[in-house]
């Protein structure tokens, strides 16, 4: 059963992952009794599309009253607010650009800033298809998402990358985010159909060619440093 069990108070639950690797929501008493109740957060992605994602198929799909969701999240915009801080939260624990020190120049963050997104992108087949909701629907909850993934995005890039600063006569956001989508674009239709406009997708080596050209584009741009 999903329903907790009865304390006198109940903090607001968390969303973990658990040994099977399924999502739960995880909430303390002032006992420290654990209650659990699954829920989808980012594992929603498996089993729904955002034009059926409601309250009443998620206390479906958890096997609970879905009293229990509007409890915990007070109702389904909640819920995806909940999603988006998951999906904010992935952007930081996923990417790493291996900071080379003060001696890395804004040329190179970006390099590895890039490398890092499509790995971590690549890895996480549940994002991956969070990110193709934002092209393909138009709800108001898609559109929540997608904001709370670019501006966790936006957040980290900035907080990263500190006082380095790309050259004066280059519109760096621009360009930055035309890469980023160039680079998510591939991951997607790898995950889709394994190739993109005749190019295989497929094997790793495949990819390392991804790499290469992504490094050749990004020190034309910005310079080897």
């Known amino acids: 059963s999903c ?25 303390h008493s002032d006992s420290r009794e654990a209650h659990l109740l699954e829920v989808p957060s980012l594992k929603v992605a498996n089993t729904f599309t955002m034009t059926s994602f409601g309250v009443n198929a998620v206390a479906r799909r958890a096997g609970c009253d879905k009293q ?8 389904i915009d909640g819920l995806v607010e909940r999603i988006g801080r998951d999906l904010a939260d992935w952007v930081t624990a996923s990417l790493s650009i291996q900071a080379a020190g003060s001696s890395m120049g804004y040329g190179l963050f970006m390099e590895r800033v890039l490398l890092s997104y499509v790995s971590a992108l690549r890895a996480d087949p549940l ?17 929540q998402l997608a904001r709370s993934r670019s501006q966790a995005l936006a957040d980290w890039i900035a907080r990263e990358r500190g006082v380095l600063a790309p050259p004066d006569d280059i519109d760096a956001p621009a360009i930055n985010a035309v890469l980023i989508a160039a680079l998510q674009h591939l991951v997607l239709s790898s995950a889709a159909t394994g190739a993109f406009a005749g190019m295989s997708l497929a094997q790793e080596a495949d990819w390392e060619r991804v790499s290469n050209v992504t490094k050749m584009i990004v020190r034309r741009i910005y310079g080897q440093a």
């Open 3 to 27: 329903h907790p069990h009865r304390a006198r108070s109940v903090s607001r639950p968390a969303l973990e992952v658990a040994p099977d690797g399924k999502h739960v929501l995880t909430g």
């Open 68 to 75: 229990l969701i509007y409890r915990y999240f007070g109702g």
């Open 127 to 143: 994002v991956q298809k969070i990110a193709a909701w934002e092209i393909a629907e138009t709800t108001p909850l898609v559109a």
